[in-house]
């Protein structure tokens, strides 16, 4: 009989470890589903996992992923580690881009070096708003923001579709539902020349450090790690849950908006239904996946960004539907999470009575 | 037909798919687990119950198979959250993640595909009533899904079993300590909800839409997590609640025959800002999540 002890101390050499045992695992597992189903092992994974790094074209692309991913990431586990679970960034993100989309819009001949500042504020204003009803919901009804949060995104796609097929339409777009391209104004400007890296994935560098000075250094941050880990405690000292509660959503929310702003006034210039391949979703797995730190984090959205690009590669090279980087995503959450438990357990064999 | 015969005749079905999901999710909460996976294991077990169909194996063979995929997805959240004693929400959110990855994988080359649903069968006799006529002819599986809520509401009711379920939810320590096997128990749970969805997957793609479309069950495993809030953990009132969103979801529909002027969105969103109104009324009232709340929900258990 095989059982779980609890060890003594935290093993850090396996927190450090269990990132990269579960990447393995996942890899493993992975390439044997993708034989099972016909294709080229080896062709798959210089696709999917090399590719991205082998030339700057590919590596800027993965920089231009990592920009929401990190962002989004940075403010949910602010909130994941206070037991916040928003799982309604991708919500938040539409938000975000529509509230953004608003000003070209609406003033399509508007110029002037003010445009794409007031979008991105706009779009984090946007995704704020939309963590409100969340929060208001948990704090004061009660109820859990795991649903509310959610069902919150599914109504964001369709608030998308109803703009996108109506009010927003490009008259011009030969009724595609999208709205009009943006001007030149309305586009942040380009970080690496040559590229379509824009600046604002400064911005996201910039809140990770913002997001480790907060959670690491400062005593907001302390209070939020201890109503993460002991409610009790934390009541007994008077940190108050329910500024935790909003903290949590409405940095989540703000960071999750401005990421769909820059989306918009970035790489796709327009509003448009692909406007978020699911980077909402994929930032739940990001911040696990970085140990829910800010540094970790960093790391975490860089690879998550590249199976993103090298998934495109192996749709193209090894015919490899894009659902197979789903499926990767989600066993690497699984693998990682099935590795930290041996971070706080050890296993032990015993005889007598089975647990 | 009017608005409210169509709504009769059609709430049951569009019920299920909520019903069966909400049923399982039910006992497995009951016995302490939160399972957020629900949503991925109800889209693996859609995808698998349509291809078995459509490669000509039957709707009985489809079920049994759609059953045994949620059950897959089923061990292995219920190994991680249950056995490595894993953090539950995390766990959940993962294999939703993945079931729905897999089910985009495995429907990839189904798409827009349709197939044939199953027969209605008319209650004899009642059938024939005015307006609520149409309540009494269903197909197959939803009589036998009215069947499964009365078998569940009397196992908790009546049954041995029902009680330990019940003792392992609300003070796991105390029943572990009179014998019975904690962890066991919630594995055997798990199982049952993930197969309860994979069931209600089955249902919604290759009965009530039999057809393949990407994402097709839309966030049905959401709202049957959050009938399970709704019912406060009782199955009649989980089975009202199916009935509620079974008849919201038919809104659109009605509004295209009796010619409203609503946004087709608006009405497309209308079963999850019902779900937030519910939701936000239910949870207020502290005293009724008290009495019928599970006391260890979403703790895992180590002796």
């Not at chain 1, 560098?205 to 405690?233: C, D, K, T």
């Not at chain 1, 749709?315 to 590795?339: E, H, I």
């Amino acid at each position: 009989m095989i059982r779980l002890v609890r060890r003594d101390r935290a093993s850090r050499k396996l927190a450090v470890a269990a990132p990269l045992l579960a990447l393995a695992a996942a890899i493993l597992s992975n390439l044997i589903l993708f034989v099972a189903m016909g294709k080229d092992p080896a062709a798959v994974f210089y696709a999917l996992l090399l590719e991205p790094f082998m030339t700057w074209s590919g590596f800027s692309e993965v920089l231009l992923k990592t920009g929401p991913l990190l962002l989004i990431a940075q403010g949910l586990a602010i909130g994941f580690r206070a037991k916040v679970f928003n799982i309604g960034a991708e919500g938040q993100f539409i938000l975000g881009a529509i509230f953004a989309s608003a000003i070209p819009v609406y003033f399509p001949q508007a110029t002037g070096g003010w445009i794409w500042p007031a979008m991105l504020i706009m779009g984090a204003i946007g995704g704020a708003l939309w963590a409100v009803v969340p929060a208001f919901w948990r704090v004061r009804l009660n109820a859990n923001e795991i649903l509310v949060t959610l069902m919150m995104s599914l109504i964001a796609v369709q608030l998308l579709n109803y703009l996108l097929l109506g009010p927003w339409k490009d008259p011009m777009g030969f009724n595609f539902p999208q709205s009009v391209m943006f001007q030149y104004d309305a586009m942040i400007p380009i970080l690496l020349p040559g590229t379509r890296v824009n600046v604002s994935l400064l911005l996201a560098f910039v809140a990770a450090l913002l997001a480790w000075i907060y959670m690491q250094r400062s005593f907001g941050g302390y209070q939020f790690l201890v109503g993460g880990l002991a409610p009790n405690a934390a009541t007994y000292a008077g940190f108050s849950q329910s500024r935790a509660i909003w903290l949590s959503l409405l940095i989540g929310g703000f960071a999750a908006g401005l990421a769909g702003a820059a989306e918009v006034a970035g790489p796709i210039g327009q509003l448009q239904r692909s406007i978020s391949t699911g980077y909402g979703y994929a930032a739940i797995i990001v911040a696990y996946l970085g140990g829910l730190h800010p540094v970790g984090i960093v790391a975490s959205s860089l690879l998550m960004a590249a199976l993103y690009i090298g998934g495109d590669n192996a749709m193209v090279s090894a015919d490899l539907p894009v659902a197979a980087v789903r499926v990767f995503q989600g066993s690497l959450l699984v693998c990682y999470l099935a590795a930290i438990t041996f971070v706080r357990f050890r296993l032990v064999r015993t005889k007598g009575a089975p647990a | 037909m009017s608005g409210i015969e169509f709504i009769l005749a059609g709430m049951l079905a569009a019920a299920t798919p909520f019903l069966l999901a909400a049923l399982g999710e039910l006992v497995v909460e009951r016995a302490g687990v939160l399972n957020l996976g629900l949503e991925g294991m109800m889209a693996f077990g859609a995808a698998i119950g349509f291809i078995v169909v459509y490669e000509g194996g039957g709707h009985f063979a489809a079920f049994v198979a759609a059953g045994f995929a949620g059950v897959g997805l089923a061990l292995i959240f219920g190994g991680l959250a249950v056995g490595l004693r894993a953090n539950q929400v995390a766990v959940g959110l993962a294999v939703g993640i993945l079931g729905q990855g897999l089910s985009s994988l495995v429907g990839n080359s189904y798409e827009s595909l349709t197939i044939t649903g199953l027969p209605k069968l008319a209650f004899p006799g009642l059938s024939d009533l005015p307006v609520v006529g149409g309540l009494f002819v269903q197909d197959i599986i939803v009589w036998l899904s009215l069947i499964a809520t009365a078998l569940i509401w009397a196992m908790f009711r009546y049954s041995r079993l029902g009680l330990i379920l019940r003792a392992i939810g609300e003070n796991p320590a105390a029943a572990r300590a009179i014998g019975y096997r904690v962890n066991a128990l919630r594995l055997c749970a798990v199982m049952f909800g993930g197969a309860m969805a994979g069931f209600a997957g089955a249902y919604a793609a290759t009965v009530y839409t039999p057809l393949w479309a990407d994402g097709m069950i839309a966030g049905r495993g959401w709202i049957a997590l959050a009938l399970v809030v709704f019912g406060t953990w009782l199955t009649g009132r989980i089975f009202f609640g199916a009935c509620l969103f079974g008849a919201v979801s038919l809104a659109s529909l009605v509004a295209q025959t009796e010619g409203w002027a609503v946004p087709s969105q608006l009405l497309s969103s209308l079963p999850y800002i019902v779900a937030i109104v519910v939701l936000g009324i239910i949870t207020s009232n502290k005293r009724l999540l008290k009495i019928n709340g599970v006391a260890s929900l979403g703790e895992p258990f180590g002796p």
